[in-house]
């Protein structure tokens, strides 16, 4: 996709600026003075979408011989709240919280059934809900001035949640990896871009709902997937 390609400009392009500022800031020509009077607490409120290949794998061995279902969902949304707090003026740890939804494509659903007798549908309510909790530390690389970018990685925790007929899904957990930038008005607003790579696997299992609902002969089937999404985030926030 484009967007992926423009992201390493985005990076390099604050990160150069904010040297700039820095340097500016150190030989008194920017407004330093004011930046580094500044509370501990950084409070963010963004909207996000997330894209993921999500293809299943892992069948058990009855089913080796028949078709697979491709990838079950291909981008989501949502919104996420974290709160920032700075040990130093470069080192900080994030906390985040957020809700978002995958919808489960149609045509996966269509596919995975074959695995049964194909008499069983996908049904309704194939969204699943997204829930990850994460804690990461960061690194600041200019703490002052308008242009602040960072890096940070850490650990989450995704509850995974759907009321589908055709599937049930497990929660996960693994490490986060993110970069980002703050963009900082003199009111301590601040309009903030923040990009994240969760890993994340988790067991899906196709119902007999799905697969044969009259045959008695079948049985769910379980299977793993790798979410692993990238998440891209946007929004507001102030410090205090």
Excluded: C
């Excluded at 279902?69 to 949304?77: D, E, K, M």
């Excluded at 080192?91 to 957020?98: D, T």
């Amino acid at each position: 996709m484009k967007i992926f390609k423009i992201i390493p400009v985005i990076v390099l392009s604050a990160l150069v600026t904010s040297a700039n500022v820095s340097f500016a800031a150190k030989s008194g020509d920017y407004y330093s003075n004011y930046y580094e009077d500044e509370g501990d607490l950084l409070f963010k409120l963004r909207g996000f979408y997330l894209t993921t290949s999500s293809k299943p794998k892992g069948f058990p061995a009855s089913v080796s011989t028949k078709e697979k279902p491709g990838s079950l969902v291909q981008n989501g949304y949502g919104i996420d709240t974290a709160t920032t707090y700075f040990f130093t003026d470069n080192l900080a740890a994030e906390l985040s919280l957020a809700i978002g939804m995958m919808k489960v494509k149609g045509s996966a659903l269509s596919k995975a059934a074959s695995l049964g007798d194909g008499t069983g549908n996908g049904g309704k309510n194939n969204q699943i809900i997204i829930v990850p909790a994460a804690g990461t530390i960061q690194y600041h690389v200019a703490p002052f001035g308008a242009i602040r970018p960072y890096v940070g990685g850490g650990i989450h925790g995704t509850y995974m949640y759907t009321r589908s007929k055709a599937i049930k899904v497990s929660t996960g957990y693994g490490p986060v990896a993110q970069i980002g930038v703050d963009f900082i008005s003199k009111d301590d607003t601040l309009f903030t871009v923040d990009i994240r790579k969760y890993f994340l696997k988790s067991n899906v299992t196709f119902k007999k709902s799905l697969l044969g609902p009259n045959n008695p002969a079948i049985s769910d089937i379980r299977s793993k997937v790798d979410w692993s999404p990238l998440v891209i985030s946007a929004g507001f926030g102030f410090k205090f």
